[in-house]
T-cell receptor, first 114, second 110 residues
Framework: EAQVTQNPRYLITVTGKKLTVTCSQN?????MSWYRQDPGLGLRQIYYSMNVEVTDKGDVPEGYKVSRKEKRNFPLILESPSPNQTSLYFC?????????????FGPGTRLTVT | DQQVKQNSPSLSVQEGRISILNCDYTNSMFDYFLWYKKYPAEGPTFLIS?????DKNEDGRFTVFLNKSAKHLSLHIVPSQPGDSAVYFCAASEGNQFYFGTGTSLTVIP
């Protein structure tokens, strides 16, 4: 089954404790991206990657890191989480068609930083 | 500053009638526009898209209209069905970057 998986689905942590949210896709997609969803703000793009070892900042990259060492994986790293990073996070992937970026989203990771 | 805006947080429509969801944007450099549908506890799923060089795209019950001069996008669902009840996000891309609206919660009343 074609899918994007994220782990963990739920995470409660404390300020400053480094964490990684994993994202994996099995569709051989080139493009992958991370978003956060907050009430009243919709989804905002954090980082994206056009291919292995190619990453770029989205609209709200501060406080986040990413890496793309393999095509299927795109982990999101919070080196020193803060309460304002409490949010619902989505990973997405898409095949670069040149027509549109129809993105497939994972189920989301709800992160709470206390 | 929000570049893609959905000014109606919610919309209720009778089953069988037309649902019209609206979206406004500010960036004239956007090249594609997309609509996503989201159910609770799930990720968004792609519905339909339109290139900035088109003014209409249709896929079954879903039609997206683009008015570039007004920087306005709309999604028409005809006929609306109870299973269409969800949050709908409008999105726009500039190159490889995407910008989403805040969403409109559609309720289709049986």
């Amino acid at each position: 089954e074609a899918q994007v998986t994220q782990n963990p689905r739920y995470l409660i942590t404390v300020t400053g404790k480094k964490l990684t949210v994993t994202c994996s896709q099995n569709m051989n997609h080139e493009y992958m991206s991370w978003y956060r969803q907050d009430p009243g703000l919709g989804l905002r793009q954090i980082y994206y990657s056009m291919n292995v070892e190619v990453t770029d900042k989205g609209d709200v990259p501060e406080g986040y890191k990413v890496s793309r060492k393999e095509k299927r994986n795109f982990p999101l790293i919070l080196e020193s989480p803060s309460p304002n990073q409490t949010s619902l996070y989505f990973c997405a992937s898409s095949l670069r068609t040149g027509y549109s970026y129809e993105q497939y989203f994972g189920p989301g990771t709800r992160l709470t930083v206390t | 500053d929000q570049q893609v805006k959905q000014n109606s947080p919610s919309l209720s429509v009778q089953e069988g009638r037309i649902s019209i969801l609206n979206c406004d944007y500010t960036n004239s450099m956007f090249d594609y526009f997309l609509w996503y549908k989201k159910y609770p506890a799930e990720g968004p799923t792609f519905l339909i898209s339109i290139s900035s060089i088109k003014d209409k795209n249709e896929d079954g019950r879903f039609t997206v209209f683009l008015n570039k001069s007004a920087k306005h996008l709309s999604l028409h669902i005809v006929p609306s069905q109870p299973g269409d009840s969800a949050v709908y996000f409008c999105a726009a891309s500039e190159g490889n970057q995407f910008y989403f609206g805040t969403g409109t919660s559609l309720t289709v009343i049986p």
